[in-house]
């Protein structure tokens, strides 16, 4: 965690480089979350995650929809929270908890089995 990779030799360097930018978000994503449990600003922080949170979202969104897709068995458009959790940790990173994610997102509470 925290150390870039060395590039595949059937990566390209654009792929290599997103890569790598990724990782390096994922890091500074779950130090972030490592602050905030004990920071009496946390709404700020709390934010600012959210904002990062966001941002890697939108940026792999096509790659989060067919891990999600392949992953809905019924095509109901839903998935398990544990997949949720694992789709996000395999697409953008796992150095990050996913599934505590989902209480500040609002996606876990009763009956918050699946996520859609």
Same mark, same amino acid.
């Given at each position: 965690?925290?150390?870039?990779?060395?590039?595949?030799?059937?990566?390209?360097?654009?792929?290599?480089?997103?890569?790598?930018?990724?990782?390096?978000?994922?890091?500074?994503?779950?130090?972030?979350?490592?602050?905030?449990?004990?920071?009496?600003?946390?709404?700020?922080?709390?934010?600012?995650?959210?904002?990062?949170?966001?941002?890697?979202?939108?940026?792999?969104?096509?790659?989060?929809?067919?891990?999600?897709?392949?992953?809905?068995?019924?095509?109901?458009?839903?998935?398990?929270?544990?997949?949720?959790?694992? #789709?996000?940790?395999?697409?953008? #990173?796992?150095?990050?908890?996913?599934?505590?994610?989902?209480?500040?997102? #609002?996606?876990?509470?009763?009956?918050?089995?699946?996520?859609?």
């Amino acid at each position: 965690p925290g150390q870039l990779r060395r590039q595949p030799q059937e990566e390209s360097p654009d792929e290599y480089l997103r890569s790598s930018q990724l990782q390096l978000q994922a890091t500074e994503l779950a130090a972030l979350q490592r602050s905030i449990s004990g920071d009496p600003q946390r709404e700020g922080l709390q934010k600012e995650m959210l904002r990062q949170v966001a941002q890697m979202v939108v940026e792999h969104k096509p790659a989060l929809w067919s891990f999600f897709f392949s992953h809905d068995a019924g095509k109901t458009g839903f998935v398990a929270a544990s997949t949720w959790a694992e #789709g996000c940790a395999a697409v953008l #990173g796992g150095d990050f908890e996913w599934s505590s994610m989902m209480q500040l997102l #609002g996606l876990e509470g009763p009956g918050a089995d699946m996520v859609d």
